[in-house]
């Protein structure tokens, strides 16, 4: 049997002339047949000559049955300040200080060889087809994909060990149901904001304990232009070279800004992230954190008992949406509550 994820040098000439010939032909399945020892074969035949009938279900991934998708990464002349898991088992951080007080943050998710990219990358385009043919009303799509991806997995003209189906999974996943290639930085609680200035550019984020960091996750040109289109539409919205500049909400609640192409900024399309925070923030979160004295606040509290006018002025990330948030569990409980909004931040 070939094992197509060895590097093609330590293959024979004959494994990888057999493992082309497969190849161009589940890619042109428009072929009718070829000849062999003066007789027409079909698609079917020939792989029937190389390919052993296979099923692939392996169940559900478990790190103590399979071991884990990722090697740790090891870093040399830096300091190792921090590392956790962003989604465990499939992601994790690790924050180190390069420089005095010059932080970065390392994104680690299953790897994938050259090869092995091609591979994701044409099983994709397989679920994508039948996406397209498929019913999606009433249908988990997390159920769904998965076993769209089983099913290509199971017809394609290489093998795939478990290893390499929960690799695939886990992308599969994260680029139809999640942020895609932030999905990792979307589950940091510790974020508050992810920037990208432009393709080619690593992206920035807001750090609770580092502030601003530089990250290693970057876009290339294509995957920017995707994911701010993208984006844009899940949040019924449209952007476009026409209407470039687009204010929306995420799924999961987050105010995102977008810039579509390089009408606006030199560097292609940019956005920028202000996540939303699961646990909304209390007036004793503000007094904790030193944002608000308790008698200032007992006086916004009086302020708004009384039908009293507050204003919130300040810089982008100064907290005024977040001490509105929490100003606002001061409102009666039965008083009826009117928003002006273009993109929803009161909660």
Same mark, same amino acid.
């Given at each position: 049997?070939?094992?197509?994820?060895?590097?093609?040098?330590?293959?024979? =000439?004959?494994?990888?002339?057999?493992?082309?010939?497969?190849?161009?032909?589940?890619?042109?399945?428009?072929?009718?047949?070829?000849?062999?020892?003066?007789?027409?074969?079909?698609?079917?035949?020939?792989?029937?000559?190389?390919?052993?009938?296979?099923?692939? #279900?392996?169940?559900?991934?478990?790190?103590?049955?399979?071991?884990?998708?990722?090697?740790?990464?090891?870093?040399?002349?830096?300091?190792?300040?921090?590392?956790?898991?962003?989604?465990?088992?499939?992601?994790?951080?690790?924050?180190?200080?390069?420089?005095?007080?010059?932080?970065?943050?390392?994104?680690?998710?299953?790897?994938?060889?050259?090869?092995?990219?091609? !591979?994701?990358? %044409?099983?994709?385009?397989?679920?994508?087809?039948?996406?397209?043919?498929?019913?999606?009303?009433?249908?988990?799509?997390?159920?769904?994909?998965?076993?769209? !991806?089983?099913?290509?997995?199971?017809?394609?003209?290489?093998?795939? #060990?478990?290893?390499?189906?929960?690799?695939?999974?886990?992308?599969?996943?994260?680029?139809?149901?999640?942020?895609?290639?932030?999905?990792?930085?979307?589950?940091?609680?510790?974020?508050? #904001?992810?920037?990208?200035? =432009?393709? =080619? $550019?690593?992206?920035?984020?807001?750090? $609770?304990?580092?502030?601003?960091?530089? @990250?290693?996750?970057?876009? %290339?040109?294509?995957?920017?232009?995707?994911?701010?289109?993208?984006? *844009?539409?899940?949040?019924?919205?449209?952007?476009?070279?026409?209407?470039?500049?687009?204010?929306? *909400?995420?799924?999961?609640?987050?105010?995102?800004?977008? *810039?579509?192409?390089?009408?606006?900024?030199?560097?292609?399309?940019?956005?920028?992230?202000?996540?939303?925070?699961?646990?909304?923030?209390?007036?004793?979160?503000?007094?904790?954190?030193?944002?608000?004295?308790?008698?200032?606040?007992?006086?916004?509290?009086?302020?708004?008992?009384?039908?009293?006018?507050?204003?919130?002025?300040?810089?982008?990330?100064? =907290?005024?949406?977040?001490?509105?948030?929490?100003?606002?569990?001061?409102?009666?409980?039965?008083?009826?509550?009117? @928003? !002006?909004? %273009? *993109?929803?931040?009161?909660?």
């Amino acid at each position: 049997m070939i094992n197509p994820y060895e590097h093609p040098a330590s293959r024979s =000439g004959s494994e990888l002339k057999s493992l082309t010939i497969i190849y161009i032909l589940e890619k042109n399945k428009n072929i009718e047949g070829c000849t062999c020892g003066g007789k027409r074969l079909g698609l079917g035949r020939l792989k029937e000559l190389f390919l052993k009938e296979k099923t692939v #279900d392996f169940g559900e991934y478990s790190p103590a049955e399979y071991g884990y998708l990722f090697e740790e990464p090891r870093f040399e002349g830096v300091k190792i300040l921090e590392r956790y898991w962003l989604e465990e088992p499939y992601s994790q951080v690790t924050i180190i200080e390069r420089d005095h007080e010059d932080y970065f943050y390392h994104v680690t998710e299953p790897q994938l060889s050259s090869y092995e990219k091609i !591979l994701l990358r %044409d099983i994709r385009m397989i679920i994508h087809e039948r996406l397209l043919d498929a019913s999606l009303k009433g249908v988990r799509k997390e159920e769904l994909l998965k076993h769209l !991806l089983r099913d290509a997995a199971s017809n394609y003209i290489v093998e795939i #060990d478990p290893i390499l189906f929960f690799k695939f999974e886990y992308y599969i996943l994260r680029d139809y149901l999640k942020f895609g290639k932030l999905t990792p930085l979307m589950k940091d609680p510790y974020l508050e #904001d992810i920037s990208c200035n =432009g393709w =080619g $550019k690593p992206i920035y984020v807001y750090h $609770k304990r580092y502030r601003d960091i530089e @990250t290693n996750v970057v876009f %290339d040109k294509r995957e920017l232009d995707e994911f701010v289109q993208v984006f *844009t539409q899940k949040g019924r919205k449209h952007i476009s070279k026409r209407d470039p500049l687009i204010h929306a *909400t995420m799924p999961d609640g987050s105010r995102i800004q977008l *810039t579509f192409s390089d009408e606006i900024t030199k560097h292609g399309s940019t956005f920028t992230i202000r996540k939303f925070n699961e646990m909304p923030t209390t007036p004793i979160d503000l007094i904790e954190w030193g944002t608000f004295s308790p008698e200032s606040m007992a006086y916004l509290w009086l302020a708004v008992e009384n039908a009293k006018s507050l204003l919130f002025v300040g810089g982008t990330a100064s =907290g005024k949406t977040t001490s509105l948030n929490a100003v606002s569990l001061f409102i009666p409980l039965r008083a009826k509550i009117v @928003t !002006l909004e %273009d *993109t929803r931040e009161i909660r």
